[in-house]
């Protein structure tokens, strides 16, 4: 019975709940962040949803770079309302309380969206490589099966990095602290709180962490830079401003995303980095998811033209 009592004490976490810090401790900023919040909640929501309806209703959208766009917005929605009703909602309470269980979920969920949207990034890339670098091979190259294959191994990658970061969470004990320096359950901010080693799950991060980044990040360098290196033997001024106008809405957001993803899990866990971490958390947690629908899609002549025809339909 004392056998089974330790190994059941050494497994469970006495900690039932954590309390989080949110963005800020000052009261005075939590109802004008609260609006804030909503805002790009509701903009997030209305134009992610709407890129997934326009592309799911137009036919002639059903091509290789708009089968990304509607994973991309689909991942984003999902992504972004992992963590902000409970941040909205935390703005408006005077104790910001998530329980051991929700905060494991919040953060399998965060670390499976978050990666999949890595490795759609550079999905994206190698589609507008192809485009440019080999059109007249286009079609085969990115056919429905390559493109499905993509797809698939960008959610598999996700979910074993998502299964891993949380897998190795759930072994750990908190015993006493239960304030998380953050405004949802992410890994570095939780750790902290953790009574037991947490080396493994360190490791973990870096490893995860430089392959998630890195190997996606290289599959967007190579591919750009052979897009570069095609649109600079463009002999059209009109032909190059095309291919450079192709590509510049992915590259503003790839270096959002990656840039402050890496400042976040790419540097020495400590206090000072935590509030500074927060910062950074907000572009890619809120800012990006925001921002796709418009830097990808709404700017693009097929979207502009799918939405008129089908506003049109509706008038008339």
């Known amino acids: 019975m004392k056998i089974k ?20 401790d000052h009261p005075d900023l939590q109802l004008p962040l609260f609006f804030l919040f909503l805002l790009m909640y509701m903009v997030t929501v209305l134009g992610n949803l709407g890129l997934i309806t326009l592309i799911g209703l137009n036919s002639h959208l059903h091509t290789p770079m708009y089968f990304f766009l509607f994973n991309l917005a689909f991942i984003d929605l999902c992504y972004s309302s992992v963590f902000t009703p409970k941040m909205l909602l935390n703005f408006l309470s005077k104790k910001n309380i998530i329980s051991y269980q929700g905060c494991m979920t919040q953060l399998l969920f965060f670390c499976f969206f978050a990666i999949s949207e890595c490795y759609l990034l550079s999905a994206m890339a190698y589609d507008r490589y192809v485009a440019i670098c080999n059109p007249l091979l286009y079609n085969i190259a990115m056919s429905p099966k390559v493109c499905s294959t993509l797809m698939f191994g960008s959610y598999l990658m996700a979910f074993s990095g998502a299964m891993a970061h949380t897998g190795c969470m759930l072994r750990l004990t908190f015993c006493d602290a239960n304030i998380i320096n953050h405004y949802f359950c992410d890994i570095l901010p939780v750790l902290q709180l953790s009574c037991t080693s947490t080396y493994v799950n360190e490791l973990v991060v870096v490893i995860m962490s430089g392959i ?5 990040s290289l599959t967007i360098f190579i591919s750009y830079g052979f897009i570069i290196y095609s649109i600079l033997h463009i002999s059209s001024t009109e032909g ?3 291919a450079f106008k192709t590509c510049g809405s992915h590259i503003i957001a790839v270096s959002l995303f990656y840039g402050s993803g890496s400042f976040m ?3 020495p866990s400590s206090a000072g980095s935590m509030d500074e971490g927060k910062i950074s958390s907000v572009f890619y947690t809120n800012v990006v998811p925001m921002m796709n629908p418009l830097i990808y899609s709404f700017r693009n002549k097929d979207v502009k033209f799918a939405m008129r025809k089908k506003l049109s339909r509706r008038m008339f």
């Open 212 to 216: 998630n980044l890195i190997v996606p």
């Open 5 to 24: 009592k330790k190994m059941t004490t050494e497994n469970a976490s006495f900690v039932t709940e954590f309390i989080l810090v949110g963005l800020t």
């Open 240 to 242: 190059r401003f095309k």
């Open 265 to 267: 899990y790419l540097q």
